[in-house]
Nanobody, 126 residues
Framework: QVQLVESGGGLVQAGGSLRLSCSPS????????MGWFRQAPGKEREFVAG????????GYASSVKGRFTISRDNAKNTLYLQMNTVKSEDTAQYFC???????????????????WGQGTQVTVSS
């Protein structure tokens, strides 16, 4: 069983930056594909970014491409989401997710992930 804990959320001004982190308890991250998702009030949870087990394959939602960067440090057992040039529409609860995977693959659908964190709130003020 993998328990994921997100951190780094908060209030940020539009145009600013924020870095989210996600760390597991109970298992090393190295054998898991990871992803970031977000959910705004009244909306479905949506894919933000995904990364393969070794970080060789990465994908982004079109709404964040060029502004957000997903990365992982398997030695530190931590997943990151660097958020730059944030916009008011980035306001949401952000979740990290994990699933056992072979190398070279990332996933974009919520149903493809087995483990989820509790989320961290990001609020962008204009």
């Amino acid at each position: 069983q993998v328990q994921l804990v997100e951190s780094g959320g908060g209030l940020v001004q539009a145009g600013g930056s924020l870095r989210l982190s996600c760390s597991p308890s109970g298992s090393p991250l190295s054998g898991y594909a990871m992803g970031w998702f977000r959910q705004a009030p009244g909306k479905e949870r949506e894919f933000v970014a995904g990364i393969s087990t070794a970080g060789t394959k990465i994908g982004y939602a079109s709404s964040v491409k060029g502004r957000f960067t997903i990365s992982r440090d398997n030695a530190k057992n931590t997943l990151y989401l660097q958020m730059n040039t944030v916009k008011s529409e980035d306001t949401a609860q952000y979740f990290c997710a994990a699933r056992r995977a072979v190398t070279g693959v990332y996933y974009t659908e919520t149903l493809q992930y087995s483990f989820w964190g509790q989320g961290t709130q990001v609020t962008v003020s204009s």
